[in-house]
């Protein structure tokens, strides 16, 4: 028999509701063939659904100004999580599975991969919405993370994925169609930028997984929103209901 492979998601604070990590769920339940276990860490586990075994965030040491920002997924470098162990999934909560994700578990195994970021293909730079690891096999990054103060690697790299890029040892990238940006692969493109944003989305041939980063989120570009983007129109995205959904 198969063993169960872990996935993982993290909600804090207010920005994400429940039902994003209930739909994260439901996206994995239908597109992944093989057992698993889905786990999310949280502060706050009201109103998730049942099927979700939920565990306290894994500790890291941030400044003041950070401490609800991005860079807490660094803690899931902790040597321990919880009592999960061997092959792990990490999925970000603002994202739309489509397609199946079994193939996410069979590429290049025993290695770190993570998607290329879309915005420097150019650097070694991830994007840490999709990522599969080992649990406790990379726990030298946050080791690394305690070897200097926070603020340094602020300054250093800006932001919490590019450090993760940085101090992975094994790195390897996920084929670039099975991960893609809504922003940038899904919207039509082309020099007539606002009317072509006035066409429908579509999702690549090839892709399993949409990420919705920064703005707008999933059930923004349902319902035709951007929020902030006063010169952005954007058409309904009616294919996302097709599988966002609980």
């Known amino acids: 028999m198969t063993e169960p492979v872990n996935i993982i998601c993290m909600k804090w604070g207010t920005l994400y509701g429940p039902h994003y990590v209930d739909r994260l769920y439901a996206m994995v339940n239908r597109h992944l063939s093989r057992p698993f276990r889905f786990v999310c860490f949280t502060d706050d586990a009201e109103g998730i659904r049942q099927e979700v075994e939920c565990l306290p965030m894994p500790p890291i040491t941030l400044t003041e100004k950070y401490k609800n920002h991005p860079w807490r997924k660094i803690g899931l470098f902790n040597p321990t999580l919880g009592d999960l162990s061997g092959t792990t999934l990490f999925l970000d909560l603002d994202l739309v599975i ?55 690697w602020i300054a250093e790299y800006g932001n919490s994925q590019t450090f993760l890029s940085n101090s992975v040892k094994d790195m390897a990238y996920w084929p670039a169609e099975w991960c893609v940006s809504f922003k940038k692969h899904c919207l039509p493109g082309g020099p007539f930028g606002l009317f072509n944003m006035l066409k429908r989305s579509r999702v690549p041939e090839g892709a399993r997984v949409v990420v919705f980063h920064g703005h707008p989120n999933p059930d923004d570009a349902l319902a035709g929103r951007w929020p902030g983007g006063i010169h952005k129109q954007l058409r309904p995205a009616t294919w996302v209901a097709d599988h966002w959904q609980a």
């Open 98 to 152: 489509v397609d199946s994700i079994d193939p996410l578990f069979d590429y290049e195994p025993s290695r770190f991969c993570i998607i290329h970021n879309w915005t420097h293909p150019d650097r070694i730079t991830g994007n840490s919405s999709v990522y599969r690891f080992e649990v406790g096999a990379d726990s030298y990054v946050l080791d690394r993370f305690y070897t200097e103060s926070h603020e340094h």
